[in-house]
C-alpha cells in the first residue's frame, strides 16, 4: 500500500503538554508535507520539510525528517484546546502533485 | 474572498442517480484535484487537472468524470451512484504543476450521502 503510516492514530492531552505525531512509509519519502483537517473542515497545509533537511521549526512546530528510515514526526509544542483536529503527513509520488497522504492523527487537547 | 470553494458542501442522494460537484479556485493556480476521504479518513487522490489537461487518472470507477472548463474550475460528475461512494469529496489547487515542493490548498469539502 501507498499509504502512510501514522502514530498514533489518536492522541488526548491536556492544553499545555506537547503533543508527538509519528508518519512512516513503505516507499521513499521527499519532501514531506503536514497538514491540519478541523472537523469538518478542508485540509490546511502546515509545514513543509525537504528531503536534504533533518529539522525545521515554524512557531510551536517542530518536523523532523528521517529519509533512510522513511519516517517524519510533528511536534506541537504548549498545546492548545484550538490544536485540537486530525494532522495528516503527505509526501509527493512521482510528478504530477500526486501526495500519499498517512492515515492522521486525531489529537484532541482538553482545556 | 474564499480561495477554493465547492458546491455544494452536502449532498443526499439515492442509489442509480447522476450528480455533479463543481470547484473554483481564485488562486490563480494551475493544477487542480480531486480527493476521496473516507470514513476511516483516509485520503485518497482521484484526479488531477493542469491548466485544463487530465494529468494523474487513478484506478477509479469510469462513472466517475471530471471536466476542467477552464484552470479554475474543476467539476466531478458521478453516474450510476452506488452506496460506496458515499464519501466527503475534496477539491484542491497547487500553483504549479505539482513539483515536489507544491503546497496544496483545500477546499471545505462536498460530504455525499448515497442511500
Known amino acids: 500500500s501507498q499509504q502512510g503510516e501514522e502514530d498514533p492514530q489518536a492522541l488526548s492531552i491536556q492544553e499545555g503538554e506537547n503533543a508527538t505525531m509519528n508518519c512512516s512509509y513503505k516507499t521513499s519519502i521527499n519532501n514531506l508535507q503536514w497538514y491540519r483537517q478541523n472537523s469538518g473542515r478542508g485540509l490546511v497545509h502546515l509545514i513543509l520539510?525537504?528531503?536534504?533537511?533533518r529539522e525545521k521549526h515554524s512557531g510551536r512546530l517542530r518536523v523532523t525528517l528521517d529519509t533512510s528510515k522513511k519516517s517524519s514526526s510533528l511536534l506541537i509544542t504548549a498545546s492548545r484546546a484550538a490544536d485540537t483536529a486530525s494532522y495528516f503527513c503527505a509526501t509527493p509520488h512521482n510528478q504530477g502533485g500526486k501526495l500519499i497522504f498517512g492515515q492522521g492523527t486525531e489529537l484532541s487537547v482538553k482545556p | 474572498d474564499t480561495a477554493v470553494s465547492q458546491t455544494p458542501k452536502y449532498l443526499v442522494t439515492q442509489m442509480g442517480n447522476d450528480k455533479s460537484i463543481k470547484c473554483e479556485q481564485n488562486?490563480?493556480?494551475?493544477?487542480m484535484y480531486w480527493y476521496k476521504q473516507d470514513s476511516k479518513k483516509f485520503l485518497k487522490i482521484m484526479f488531477s487537472?493542469?491548466?485544463?489537461?487530465?494529468?494523474i487518472n487513478e484506478t477509479v470507477p469510469n462513472r466517475f468524470s471530471p471536466k476542467s472548463p477552464d484552470k479554475a474550475h474543476l467539476n466531478l460528475h458521478i453516474n450510476s451512484l452506488e452506496l460506496g461512494d458515499s464519501a466527503v469529496y475534496f477539491c484542491a489547487s497547487s500553483p504549479s504543476s505539482g513539483g515536489a515542493t507544491d503546497t496544496q490548498y483545500f477546499g471545505p469539502g462536498t460530504r455525499l450521502t448515497v442511500l
Open positions: 520539510i525537504r528531503s536534504n533537511e
Open positions: 488562486l490563480g493556480h494551475d493544477t
Open positions: 487537472y493542469n491548466n485544463k489537461e487530465l494529468i
